[in-house]
């Protein structure tokens, strides 16, 4: 059955699981968005808005906000798949671990795209910002959410696992997404015409760094399920 | 690994007492030479740098001690990939004590590279592309030593290393490349941009004998590590050993006395 | 020697204490554990190249 489905076939149907789960749980909506939109006014109350500081930094905080509501999104995605034994169940399955990757990756960009959507609303009321360059800020942010989404559920998987998954994950990944940030933020400042460069080969690097943990995940993803 | 020669006593040589061998031993010696060597050169017969002055006696340091972590690192990539393909104990050993190795030169790298910004930039830290770099992949590295440190059977042990040590090797040219790009905006005395190429006799000499020296020093230490973790896994499996044997007895024991009251699936 | 010189000295000093004292206590802490773990493998399990 899963030989005529094939590896996406195996991962839309992944996705939707996730997807449909997350629409019935509403964690994303009911947990993450707060927590992300509290992490905004923390840096509000941090920076003094009155100081000019916080409108220069909006890209970095915006970016470093998805970076730790990514890291909420996947402990929670993993997490109830290891506790429940969903894990195992699936290494058993006829389903492909490339797909089964694939379709986590999916999931989650599309959560994190969604949560996006939403900061930037934030971001626009809150630290009042004028959007220009739209263009290479939906390029940018496309590629670093499918690099964030790619890279994370590598390293979910392998933490979800372990009693230690809440300390462990942000050390493991952060540190892996510190490209991405970097990128992401200087990418953004350029488009938000902060900056006389061009924002593209930002944008390039994200999108490489996306196909590279993309075809390494699906690779490793087989070794990961059964032995890791 | 091991010889599987079990002759008579006048034939095999006694077990070594702890990881050295004549090879190790050979290897040492030469490295201590070629150690003195950039020591007396480094510190004292080369003459000041004409752009550095006596602050290429710390980049004497800080060279070799970066080559030596990205050799390490570039072992633990390649026995990651190689364990993953083969899993073989071997690998796992070999990929696990490049990245012990690599974190130990890449603090080392860090602390030299500060302290050479004392004393150029009058501060310990400057978010200049080498050093940047240089922080994010130390605590990638220490991530794999803290999932390296959780108990788990070494299958299990060993292909979760296996994974991050060929995802974080993976990231290493993007790391250089983003921060390349983003701190390049804002050059200023980097900490190898500004070494004379024209570096010339004493002082090039010194560079390559303490270049040498550090890569003898990361090769010694992979292999004596290396042995080291064999023998901890044979520990670990001798007293697996043992306390199946007590459990044997335990139930041989337990069995005979309570064969009277009969079995009781 | 100025202060400036007093800082150049102590940093470069400094700089290779570490990296000797550093990688001097690490290659001491391995080859002690090599010496340990010894003891307690047998004979037949010690053997290298």
């Known amino acids: ?228 | ?265 | 020697m100025s202060s400036a010189d007093l800082t150049e000295t102590l940093c470069i000093i400094a700089a290779w204490v570490v990296t000797f004292g550093g990688v001097g206590a690490y290659a001491a802490s391995v080859i002690l554990r090599g010496r340990r773990l010894s003891k307690i493998v047998p004979s037949e399990q010690r053997r290298w190249m």
């Open chain 2, 1 to 265: 690994m091991t010889a599987t020669k079990m002759n008579s006593a006048q034939s095999v040589s006694p077990a070594p007492t702890g990881t050295g061998s004549r090879g190790t031993r050979l290897l040492g010696a030469v490295a201590v030479c070629f150690l003195a060597v950039a020591v007396v050169y480094g510190l004292f017969i080369s003459p000041p740098d004409s752009q550095l002055g006596n602050t290429i006696r710390i980049i004497y340091m800080h060279v070799p001690t970066v080559m030596a972590a990205y050799l390490a690192f570039l072992t633990t990539a390649v026995s990651s990939a190689m364990y993953l393909w083969k899993r073989t104990e071997f690998w796992d050993l070999l990929g696990s004590s490049g990245a012990e190795i690599g974190v130990l030169f890449f603090t080392v790298t860090i602390i030299d590279g500060a302290l050479w910004g004392k004393v150029t930039w009058g501060v310990f830290w400057r978010w200049e592309p080498r050093l940047t770099t240089s922080a994010v992949l130390l605590i990638m590295y220490l991530g794999y030593l803290a999932v390296r440190a959780i108990p788990a059977d070494p299958k299990t042990r060993a292909t979760r290393c296996a994974i991050i040590g060929l995802v974080a090797v993976v990231n290493i040219p993007i790391v250089h490349k983003a921060v390349d790009w983003w701190r390049g905006l804002h050059q200023g005395k980097t900490v190898l941009g500004t070494l004379n190429p024209e570096m010339g006799g004493t002082q090039l000499f010194a560079m390559y004998s303490a270049l040498t020296a550090g890569i003898l020093v990361c090769v010694w230490l992979l292999i004596h590590r290396f042995r080291a973790g064999y023998l901890a896994e044979r520990a670990s499996d001798l007293g697996l050993g043992q306390a199946l044997e007590e459990r044997r007895l335990e139930s041989s024991s337990t069995s005979s006395g309570s064969k009277v009251s009969g079995d009781d699936s």
């Open chain 1, 1 to 228: 059955m899963s030989q005529t489905r094939g590896v996406l076939g195996d991962a839309w149907l992944m996705a939707r699981k996730d997807l449909l789960l997350e629409r019935r749980a509403k964690i994303g909506l009911g947990q993450v968005v707060p927590f992300a939109i509290l992490v905004l006014l923390l840096f509000a109350f941090a920076l003094d808005p009155d100081r000019g500081v916080l409108k220069q930094a909006t890209p970095g905080l915006f970016w470093v906000t998805v970076l730790f509501s990514a890291v909420l999104t996947l402990q929670r995605s993993f997490g109830l798949e290891a506790e429940d034994g969903i894990l195992e169940a699936l290494r058993l399955s006829e389903i492909s671990p490339a797909g089964i990757y694939l379709g986590k990756v999916t999931a989650l960009t599309i959560q994190l795209l969604l949560l996006e959507a939403v900061l930037v609303i934030g971001v626009a009321v809150l630290y009042d910002t004028k959007f220009v360059g739209i263009a290479l800020l939906v390029a940018i942010a496309f590629t670093a959410t499918l690099g964030i989404a790619a890279a994370g559920s590598v390293y979910g998987a392998l933490a979800a696992r372990l009693r230690s998954r809440e300390t462990l994950l942000p050390l493991l990944l952060l540190p892996l997404l510190a490209p991405v940030l970097i990128a992401a933020t200087r990418g953004c400042e350029v488009s938000l015409q902060r900056e006389a460069v061009s924002g593209w080969p930002w944008a390039a690097l994200l999108g490489i760094f996306a196909l590279v943990y993309l075809a390494l995940g699906s690779l490793l993803f087989r070794p990961l399920l059964e032995d890791a």
